[in-house]
């Protein structure tokens, strides 16, 4: 692959669903990060270490790095397995995302961040590490695939996972208490199924 392609795999937005792409990352990736253990990994470096904006940074620059690699993946999958059997798979792991969603998370003692390194480097590793097979990083493997547009797809979940995060980071456990997190965690199943499902009418169609 020359570095041409690369950058076309970066920059070319899927022709018929420009915003889509962005819009259904952000959305789908938020409501899924509620309660998630990235969220409750959030919560605990916040408690931990007391200085938001260096968690923050952290955060960001940790989802950016895992999610552009996980977009990537699930697009050169796409583009290997041009069929419409890969594209009903692609739908059905939505629905698969939905019933796992329903799933309570918990963040194990082998996943808490060991103190030692200063508040913005724990965090980049430890969110880096702990996103690895999350639910919210395999979403974004079948949103790059379904939407071939690594840059929105990166942009919308990386823009997701901030939306839910920054608060947990800001408010701490105060965040939990005051929200349901089964009616959210309902909500994103449900979305999840619906954007399956449509995506399995389409492909069938």
Known sequence: MEWRDVVVLF???APDFLMDAFLTSTLLVAIAEIGDKTMLLAILLATRFRKPVPIILGILLAT????????????LVAELLQSTWFRVAIALSFIAMGLWTLVPDKLDE????KSGHSAFLTTLIAFF???IGDKTQIATVALGAQFASLALVTAGTTLGMMIANVPAVLLGNALVQRISLSTVHGIAAA???AAGGWM??????
């Open 200 to 205: 399995l009418w389409a492909a069938l169609s």
């Open 64 to 75: 950016l790095a895992n999610h552009a690699l996980a977009a990537l993946a699930g697009q």
């Open 129 to 131: 590490l702990v996103e």
């Open 11 to 13: 920059v070319r937005p």
């Open 110 to 113: 082998d996943e808490e961040p």
């Open 191 to 193: 979305l999840f199924i």
